[in-house]
Structures are given as structure tokens and as C-alpha cells.
């Protein structure tokens, strides 16, 4: 298993991996709940739809400008796309 050393904190894949499905799975319930598809969400975030298909399916990492991207198309607060719901 990975895991990256930072004398305050340590990561290990498992952390980042969880995150990624957090991420994604917050991205797919706000697209659906604006009742709208991939290639839709994907033009109002700027992005390509098989880049939100990877989102979605927890296949890709996301940079910070991409993360605002798509905070910003559905109209919500960036550190929402980070909350685990239950």
C-alpha cells in the first residue's frame, strides 16, 4: 500500500481513493439533481463529457481549477463536493 509521509500528516491510498468516490459521487447526485445529462453538465463546466464520465466512475484525479469548474455549474459551494452523505 502507498502512503506519503508529510510530518504532520500521513495519506495513505486508501484516504485518496475514498475521496475520489466522495468527489464523484457528489458530482453525479448534483448533475442529477439539475436533471441534466454528462455532456450536458460537462458544457456548463467548460469540460469534456468523458472527462465527468471519469469523475463519475471514480477513475480520475481532479485539479483544483477543474474542482471549481464544477462547483461553479451547478452554483454550490466548492467544499460541498466533499461531504460523504449517508
Request: charged residues 30%; proline residues 2%; glycine residues 4%.
Amino acid at each position: 500500500m502507498l502512503s506519503v509521509y508529510h510530518p504532520i500528516v500521513s495519506v495513505k491510498e486508501d484516504d485518496i481513493l475514498d475521496i475520489v468516490k466522495v468527489f464523484g459521487t457528489n458530482v453525479r447526485k448534483y448533475r442529477t439533481e439539475l436533471a441534466v445529462s454528462q455532456e450536458k453538465f460537462a458544457e456548463m463546466c467548460g469540460l469534456h463529457r468523458t472527462y465527468i464520465s471519469d469523475i463519475e466512475r471514480f477513475q480520475r484525479s481532479i485539479s483544483l481549477d477543474n474542482i471549481q469548474k464544477i462547483a461553479d455549474a451547478p452554483g454550490i459551494e466548492t467544499y460541498k463536493l466533499f461531504i460523504e452523505h449517508h
